[in-house]
C-alpha cells in the first residue's frame, strides 16, 4: 500500500504496540470469536508467530476456500506508507476496496491479521497474484530504512516461514517477492532500503 501520509514521531511509533493491542481487544468481540478459533485450529500444525485477528472490512477482500480453489505459490512483501493505526482504518473502510492478510508493526513485531488465508485479500493490484498469495504489509515508510526495525524483520520472518511451511511455498526470491514485483505493479515497496538478503536468510532460519 502506497497511500502517503504524514511521518508520525519516533515516539508516536514505540507506542504503537501499546495502542494496537488496545485496539485488538476492543475489536474482539463474541462475533470474531469462531475466526479466531478456526484459525488457532488451522494453525495447530505450524509454527505461527502470535496474530491478533482484526478483521478487515468484508468488502474488501474476496471469501474464498484456499488453497482449494487456488494453490497458494507466494507471499508477497507490502510496506504501508502509513502508520499501523492509519492502515488499519483504510483496511475497515468499505470503501477502500484494499486489504492485506497480514501487518506487522514497526517498534514490537506486533502481528495483526486482517483477513484469513483460505480468503482473498486485495494487496497485489493483480487479480491472479491475488488469487494465489499471502499479502504481509509492514508499518513504514519505502524511504525511511529506521522503521524495518529488528523486530519487524523478526516477526515477519517467522510469520512467513510459516505460510511458506503450510503450504509448501519455497522460501526463495522466487516466491517470496516485494509487491513492486508483481507483473504490472505501479508500487515500489518494500523499496531500495528492504534487505532482501537479511530477511530470506531470517525466512529459511525461521
Known amino acids: 500500500m502506497e497511500t502517503h501520509g504524514r511521518?508520525?514521531?519516533?515516539?508516536?511509533?514505540?507506542?504503537?504496540?501499546?495502542?494496537?493491542?488496545?485496539?485488538?481487544?476492543?475489536?474482539?468481540?463474541?462475533?470474531?470469536?469462531?475466526?479466531?478459533?478456526?484459525?488457532?485450529?488451522?494453525?495447530?500444525?505450524?509454527?505461527?508467530?502470535?496474530?491478533?485477528?482484526?478483521?478487515?472490512s468484508t468488502s474488501n477482500y474476496r471469501v474464498s476456500s484456499r488453497p482449494t480453489a487456488y494453490p497458494i505459490d507466494f507471499v508477497v512483501i507490502h510496506v504501508t506508507q502509513e502508520t499501523f493505526p492509519d492502515a488499519m482504518k483504510i483496511f475497515q473502510d468499505p470503501a477502500k476496496q484494499?486489504?492485506?492478510?497480514?501487518?506487522?508493526?514497526?517498534?514490537?513485531?506486533?502481528?495483526?491479521?486482517?483477513?484469513?488465508?483460505?480468503?482473498?485479500?486485495?494487496?497485489?493490484?493483480?487479480?491472479?497474484?491475488?488469487?494465489?498469495?499471502?499479502?504481509?504489509?509492514?508499518?513504514?515508510?519505502?524511504?525511511?530504512p529506521e522503521y524495518f526495525t529488528d523486530e519487524l524483520y523478526a516477526s515477519s520472518a517467522a510469520l512467513t516461514a510459516a505460510v511458506c511451511d503450510r503450504y509448501g511455498v519455497p522460501k526463495t526470491r522466487a516466491h517470496i517477492i516485494g509487491h513492486s514485483e508483481v507483473p504490472n505493479a505501479d508500487h515500489t515497496d518494500p523499496g531500495k532500503y528492504w534487505d532482501w538478503d537479511r530477511y530470506i536468510d531470517l525466512v529459511k532460519a525461521a
Not at 19 to 48: E, H, K, N, Q
Not at 103 to 121: H, L, N, T
Open 7 to 56: 511521518t508520525p514521531s519516533r515516539r508516536t511509533l514505540l507506542r504503537s504496540g501499546a495502542y494496537l493491542g488496545a485496539a485488538a481487544a476492543g475489536l474482539t468481540t463474541a462475533a470474531t470469536t469462531p475466526a479466531r478459533a478456526d484459525a488457532r485450529r488451522d494453525r495447530a500444525a505450524v509454527a505461527y508467530p502470535p496474530t491478533h485477528w482484526i478483521p478487515a
Open 98 to 144: 484494499v486489504s492485506a492478510h497480514y501487518m506487522v508493526a514497526s517498534a514490537d513485531g506486533y502481528i495483526g491479521q486482517f483477513v484469513r488465508e483460505k480468503d482473498v485479500a486485495w494487496h497485489a493490484g493483480n487479480r491472479d497474484y491475488n488469487n494465489r498469495s499471502i499479502g504481509i504489509e509492514h508499518e513504514g515508510w519505502v524511504d525511511k
